[in-house]
């Protein structure tokens, strides 16, 4: 058979995914409402394989919340962006991993930008030297921290204590992919998989065992739509999209949500706790909604972290079924305790308890 | 007339947006805003692309550019290559600097954001942070969101996190200067430009609905009739 036509075509579907030497930024949503998986990932990289990944604390907002509800103009978050590159610059790394899907979809559109428009390039290096004093390289490598994940799949694989199997039934557990849109929709050449064949979960996925299901709105967006979000007189928009996407994953009998992007964890767990509230709707079976995890809590999981240093509990939607299905031994005792071992008080009115 | 068309064209993101649009409405299947809001990027891009300067007014002045809600995947699909989303970016960014954006319901939310959104960039150095999402302002965050705002400490201390401290981590504080390169970065770029306009005009408006405006904070009856005020028919067709 010859590859060499196949080789070619699916060349552009392939990410080169940096291997070590990272600059990393965290993202204003997954360390406000996911901070437990910044810090997986932070300690499996460092820790467990040994990898070198800098953080700079001087590193901000890149304002792409603010961009994308037009209150930030494009020369002022290119110039934003382009300090992180000076950051990135002056501690000597030319490989960058982005916490945020947004973040990394405006990433790539400023890169873009600069290569349609050069003059805009130039525009930016001045802004930041008059604002700053500051100089920058563009990134050689940009990885999503997700990337990073897909491509230590199988070595998570190697290392797992359990798989996305029921342990009782010996089934494939079935598991909903949401990538985020501003992962690949925009510049599709900078994400694993591209717009039409985005893997970068499924990968995952498939590598730990699981079953990844295909439904009509796998594609659809959350909802957040930026100002359709953060106006309390717009949420409709927000909430509508979302019942439009768990409606259709319902008869797929998904028993897990697993996102890419923060903002898109958080809606896809919240809405489900105010669709519930609103009108009795569960999307899950049994009466149960659908927990909705981070790709680093799902690796985290796997290789057999504790769920509550994970930060498990602090969804709207609990994850015990999920964690049953796996047969993971949690300790019920431990889920709201400090990390010197001091009992809180415990939340009333959770999904799932 | 004002020549809109051209001011449009001063904005790269129009350039790179806008070939010709051969109508065949990809966008509008497509789009998350159109299955729920009198919707239809499709038209827009039409209007546009005609460089009618009476009807494009119209349009910066309209409820019509305020409803997308940037997921941009009407960018993938076009085959044009044309991308709907960043017009609206450059319809929104045009009628905010001419004053246009508060004749809309939904055009003067842009208030709110600056006045949320906006002032957590000076003063954070982020767009969003747990402390800055009051749940009395998002019942849809659930029980468990307010309870991890009173156990703030003890719930991201457990998760690795910074809060408040300087030094890496989730939720660190972002140290002075760097707040300050921040704010230099927006006078330098036109960023506090569009925030002085964004106030100037809603200021005006205010006035004109004799409504109280403060200088700053959320407090103040404009805030809070723009950021709630539904008049329930925008998902009807015009």
């Known amino acids: 058979m010859k590859t060499e036509g196949k080789k070619r075509i699916w060349s552009d579907y392939q990410k080169e995914i940096a291997d070590d030497h990272f600059f990393y930024v965290r993202s204003c949503i997954r360390q406000s409402f996911f901070p437990g998986s910044e810090q997986f990932f932070l300690h499996f990289m460092r820790e467990v394989l040994g990898k070198d990944v800098f953080e700079n604390p001087s590193h901000t907002t890149c304002t792409g919340i603010g961009y994308h509800s037009d209150i930030v103009p494009l020369s002022t978050i290119m110039t934003v962006v382009a300090r992180h590159f000076a950051l990135m610059k002056e501690a000597g790394y030319k490989n960058i991993a982005i916490s945020c899907v947004t973040s990394f979809g405006i990433y790539t559109e400023i890169i873009e930008t600069w290569k349609h428009f050069p003059e805009e390039l130039e525009k930016t290096r001045e802004y930041l030297y008059k604002a700053t004093g500051r100089e920058f390289d563009v990134p050689e490598n940009m990885a999503h921290t997700s990337d990073i994940i897909y491509k230590l799949r199988n070595e998570i694989a190697e290392k797992a204590k359990y798989r996305l199997v029921n342990h009782e039934t010996g089934d494939p557990l079935n598991v909903v992919e949401h990538i985020g849109c501003h992962y690949s929709k925009m510049f599709p050449r900078y994400g694993v998989g591209g717009a039409e064949f985005p893997n970068v979960l499924g990968g995952m996925i498939e590598a730990w065992g699981g079953n990844v299901v295909d439904y009509p709105e796998r594609r659809h967006c959350c909802g957040f739509g930026f100002r359709q979000y953060l106006v309390q007189a717009n949420r409709g928009y927000s909430l509508s999209n979302t019942v439009k996407k768990f409606s259709s994953m319902k008869p797929f009998k998904p028993d897990l949500v697993l996102t890419n992007c923060p903002g898109c964890t958080m809606f896809m767990d919240k809405w489900q706790y105010t669709m519930k509230e609103m009108d009795g709707t569960v999307y899950g079976e049994n009466g149960e909604s659908i927990p909705v995890l981070t790709y680093e809590e799902l690796a985290g999981l796997v290789m057999g972290y504790n769920p509550w240093n994970l930060g498990l509990q602090y969804h709207m939607v609990q994850s015990e079924p999920l964690l049953k299905k796996l047969g993971i031994n949690y300790d019920p005792e431990d889920k709201f305790r400090t990390i010197d071992g001091r009992q809180m008080p415990v939340p009333e009115n959770l999904i799932n308890a | ?238």
């Open chain 2, 1 to 238: 007339m004002a020549d809109y068309y051209k001011m449009l064209m001063q904005d790269v993101r129009f350039r790179e947006g806008l070939n010709a649009c051969m109508n065949c409405g990809i966008c509008t299947a497509i789009c998350p805003a159109a299955e729920f809001y009198d919707y239809d990027p499709r038209k827009i891009v039409d209007l546009v692309q005609s460089g009618n300067n009476e009807e494009i007014e119209n349009l910066l002045k309209s409820e019509t550019i305020w409803y997308c809600g940037e997921c941009m995947s009407c960018k993938t699909r076009c085959p044009r290559g044309n991308t709907p989303a960043f017009v609206v970016m450059a319809l929104r960014n045009l009628s905010q600097k001419l004053g246009f954006f508060t004749e809309s319901e939904k055009g003067r939310q842009q208030f709110a954001i600056k006045r949320t959104v906006g002032e957590n960039i000076f003063k954070y150095g982020y767009c969003v942070a747990s402390y800055a999402v009051s749940p009395e302002m998002h019942l849809e965050q659930g029980p468990i969101w307010k309870y991890i705002l009173e156990n703030s400490n003890d719930v991201y201390e457990r998760l690795g996190g910074q809060i408040n401290e300087l030094g890496a981590g989730p939720l660190r504080k972002i140290p002075d200067d760097a707040r300050e390169e921040l704010r230099k970065i927006f006078e330098v770029t036109g960023g506090s430009e569009l925030f002085d306009d964004i106030e100037i005009h809603s200021k005006k408006k205010a006035s004109e609905m004799g409504l109280e405006y403060e200088s700053e904070g959320i407090d103040n009856e404009y805030f809070i009739e723009v950021f709630t005020a539904n008049n329930k028919k925008h998902h009807e067709k015009s």
